[in-house]
């Protein structure tokens, strides 16, 4: 809910007619809050492939690794390294002086389409926003592989059909939302040289039909949801 907040607001002006114009203050306000959502977001996922990973694996241990103390302080780190990656990007990239054109080639103040209009050398911030970005993504897409390689083999050794679709079924939901949520991050931040039309519609995929799908990805897996989506088929049938 908050991080389509962040653009979709401001865009749905634009496409009212109202004025495309934003200030600088509030640039630097939609860069920081998108990049710190954004990567608390992706924190959160490897949190909760380690939630799957203990539930399938240790499943007998799972009250006592998973404690409530536990889980608060993965859901806090979470937040604090959200909150220190976007510092750091926003301080590199408004630490640059802008003094030429005003135009933003985008419908929201990201890295690619902001830096380009900078005076100054901006390659140090270029380099910053796709090291930090790009290698943060991959280290936590790296961490859910690795949860995910382990929960793989425990299911392998599961004897029953049954006991194994459900312990598929209880990952599926989560890997959905991920590969939604990873797929543009790394095409938009690990290009060489940015395209803002590629970035536009991978963003938009990103910011709004991402995370309008995930309350569909996460509630197909409640059996009154999906009751109520076959009575509907059957009945258009």
Not at 215 to 231: F, T
Request: hydrophobic share 45%.
């Amino acid at each position: 809910m908050l991080f389509p907040s962040v653009t979709c607001p401001k865009m749905l002006l634009y496409l009212s007619g109202q004025s495309p114009v934003i200030s600088y203050k509030g640039c630097v306000a939609q860069l920081f809050f998108y990049h710190f959502l954004g990567c608390t977001e992706g924190c959160l996922y490897s949190v909760m492939a380690y939630d799957r990973y203990v539930a399938i694996c240790h499943p007998l241990r799972y009250m006592l690794i998973m404690k409530p103390a536990v889980c608060l302080s993965l859901v806090t780190v979470s937040w604090l390294v959200g909150g220190l990656q976007s510092s750091i990007l926003t301080s590199f990239t408004f630490q640059l002086t802008y003094c030429g054109p005003n135009h933003v080639h985008h419908y929201f103040c990201d890295i690619p389409a902001v830096l380009p209009l900078a005076c100054t050398d901006n390659r140090l911030a270029q380099k910053v926003g796709s090291i930090n970005v790009g290698f943060l993504a991959l280290i936590l897409l790296f961490s859910v592989c690795v949860s995910y390689a382990h929960i793989g083999i425990a299911i392998l050794r599961i004897r029953s059909a049954e006991g194994r679709q459900k312990a598929f079924s209880t990952c599926s939901a989560h890997l959905t939302a991920i590969l939604c949520a990873y797929g543009p991050v790394i095409i938009i931040y690990l290009q060489g040289t940015p395209n803002p039309l590629l970035g536009a519609v991978v963003q938009i995929l990103n910011n709004i039909v991402s995370p309008m799908l995930n309350s569909l990805i996460y509630s197909l897996r409640n059996k009154e949801v999906k009751r109520s989506l076959r009575r509907v088929f059957h009945s258009l049938a």
